[in-house]
């Protein structure tokens, strides 16, 4: 993220009351899921994402596999 967006990553946890990620978590998987945009239109009324939050969620995942 540094490298594209120019911030530091920021981890925190939000997802884990879906059931299908708390299902796997509960068969013992690590479950990661990554998402890029703006927190505040998340599931809102006016949910929405940019399309330059697109291209830099792709860049970021470019990046981290040529790291892999």
């Known amino acids: 993220m540094q490298v594209v967006?120019?911030?530091s990553?920021?981890?925190?946890s939000l997802t884990g009351s879906l059931p299908?990620?708390?299902d796997l978590q509960r068969q013992g998987c690590d479950v990661?899921?990554?998402g890029f945009g703006d927190m505040q239109y998340y599931?809102?009324?006016n949910e929405?994402?940019?399309?330059?939050?697109?291209?830099?969620g792709f860049a970021i995942l470019?990046?981290?596999?040529v790291r892999l």
Request: no cysteine; glycine share 4%.
């Open 5 to 7: 967006r120019g911030v």
């Open 48 to 56: 929405q994402a940019r399309l330059e939050d697109f291209r830099q």
């Open 62 to 65: 470019r990046e981290l596999l």
């Open 32 to 34: 990661q899921i990554t």
């Open 20 to 22: 299908l990620v708390r």
């Open 43 to 45: 599931h809102a009324p």
């Open 9 to 12: 990553a920021t981890p925190f």
